[in-house]
């Protein structure tokens, strides 16, 4: 089982930056990908961002393909997302979440999430 803690979330204003961050534990020897979604009131989750364990991004949501940068540290088992241009329809909970085994943009795919972190941006 691996625990993913999520953090940076917090409140900014429109056209501002914040950088999560999404720290795993456990049996981190089984991570092949990680990966970013968000769940808005009254909405779905939807997939957001995901890169390999070998630093292959997979494409973007396309609402926030040239704002949002995934990357990822292996050494410390970390994956963060830069969000950049920040509009007030990107807030939502972020969850983190790892161990994907089919579809990446179908959330019922991946096995492991973290508890969310709450980004709000104010316009």
């Known amino acids: 089982q691996v625990q993913l803690v999520e953090s940076g979330g917090g409140l900014v204003q429109a056209g501002g930056s914040l950088r999560l961050s999404c720290a795993a534990s456990?049996?981190?020897?089984?991570?092949?990908?990680m990966g970013w979604f968000r769940q808005a009131p009254g909405k779905e989750r939807e997939f957001v961002a995901a890169?390999?364990?070998?630093?292959?991004?997979?494409p973007y949501a396309d609402s926030v393909k040239g704002r949002f940068t995934i990357s990822r540290d292996s050494a410390k088992n970390t994956v963060y997302l830069q969000m950049n241009s920040l509009k007030p329809e990107d807030t939502a909970v972020y969850y983190c979440t790892a161990d994907q085994r089919g579809n990446y943009g179908d959330s019922a795919q991946w096995r492991s999430w973290g508890q969310g972190t709450q980004v709000t941006v104010s316009s």
């Open positions: 890169i390999t364990w070998s630093g292959v991004i997979i």
């Open positions: 456990g049996r981190t020897f089984s991570i092949y990908t």
